[in-house]
């Protein structure tokens, strides 16, 4: 399977995971981890990428950045070559290091920020690395020390991720820590792996009848937020992107928002998929293929079959939408 390309401009909100391959353990010692964490400290002064939460477990990392000007492919290509060079080196070991690519998941700021603090910094406790809160507040391998205040990480986004919960320092480590300590108990979250088609069609709730009928179809897991979010990355990411959506994929997308504009406009779902001519139909029909051929890059030939008419009158119809738009 081919892979998939990196979603990523600069700004871009990213929850990288980094894993050891087969399981191998990334750190053996203190002097690995300060090791790991000084190459962050010096990319993050030359690529200008901002660091807002982070952990380091044994056997794996978490991070959640914002992208600096040169994207996340540098400051990760660097990091991690560097790292298992010198990992390498130090315990007379070849090959690689770290498992496949990093994950990377472009994620939307305003709904997930904070819980994606709150998921990466709780790692430690959810695995048994301390026991408490208290213990967690200490533990130097994670961002949340250093928002607590117990540790000095000069490159770590204290200040931003603080003032989301306010502009005084002591109220915002105590409101923060509160935060943390209510998510103690919520165990993993498999959505923060992404699903980004599936809240694209609207969520869970429009797409569940659809599975129970049968239906499969995969997310994808490069993007974690909502319809619109969604909507936008993989309108930057281009048409090639959208084409990567497998045909399960795409029918389930197409009956949507068939069905979404047919029920905004008053039009029976059966007169526009057997071709119907009037005017209003007609409209319908040319918004509908300007919205799967330009939105998502579903081929014209593919959105005729659906419609019922030939691929030229689905070309038209959206030459003719274009030309008022």
């Given at each position: 399977m081919p892979r998939q390309s990196r979603?990523?401009?600069?700004g871009t909100l990213h929850h990288i995971m980094i894993r050891g391959i087969e399981g191998l353990q990334i750190f053996q010692d203190n002097q690995d981890r300060d090791d790991f964490l000084s190459r962050i400290r010096h990319l993050v002064e030359i690529t200008g990428t901002r660091i807002?939460?982070?952990?380091l477990m044994d056997n794996h990392v978490h991070l959640l950045i914002f992208s600096g000007q040169q994207g996340i492919v540098k400051f990760m290509q660097s990091l991690l070559t560097g790292y298992a060079i010198r990992f390498?080196?130090?315990y007379s070991r070849k090959g690689h290091l770290f498992q496949n690519r990093y994950k990377s998941i472009v994620c939307e700021?305003?709904?997930?920020?904070l819980e994606l603090v709150r998921y990466i910094h709780l790692n430690p406790l959810r695995a048994s690395v301390v026991k408490s809160i208290e213990e967690l507040d200490r533990?130097?391998?994670s961002g949340h020390s250093v928002l607590v205040g117990k540790y000095k990480r000069p490159w770590q986004e204290k200040e931003y991720v603080l003032m989301q919960f306010s502009d005084e320092k002591r109220r915002a480590i105590q409101a923060y820590r509160k935060f943390v300590e209510q998510g103690k108990d919520r165990g993993r979250r498999p959505e923060f792996?992404?699903?980004g088609l599936i809240r694209s069609l609207g969520g869970w709730s429009q797409v569940l009848s659809l599975r129970s009928q049968g239906v499969k179809f995969d997310h994808d897991s490069r993007i974690l937020?909502?319809?619109d979010f969604v909507a936008d990355i993989l309108r930057e990411a281009g048409s090639k992107l959208k084409r990567q959506l497998k045909n399960e994929e795409r029918e389930v997308l197409t009956d949507l928002i068939i069905k979404k504009i047919c029920h905004e406009k008053g039009v029976k779902e059966e007169e526009l998929k057997s071709g119907g001519q009037r005017r209003k139909v007609s409209e319908v029909r040319a918004k509908v293929s300007y919205h799967l051929c330009h939105e998502w890059g579903i081929?014209?030939?593919?959105?005729a079959r659906r419609l019922g008419v030939c691929t030229s009158a689905i070309a038209k119809a959206i030459q003719n939408l274009e030309a008022v738009e």
């Open positions: 979603l990523d401009s600069p807002l939460a982070w952990v390498n080196q130090k700021k305003d709904p997930y920020l533990y130097p391998w792996v992404g699903g937020g909502g319809r081929p014209m030939a593919e959105i």
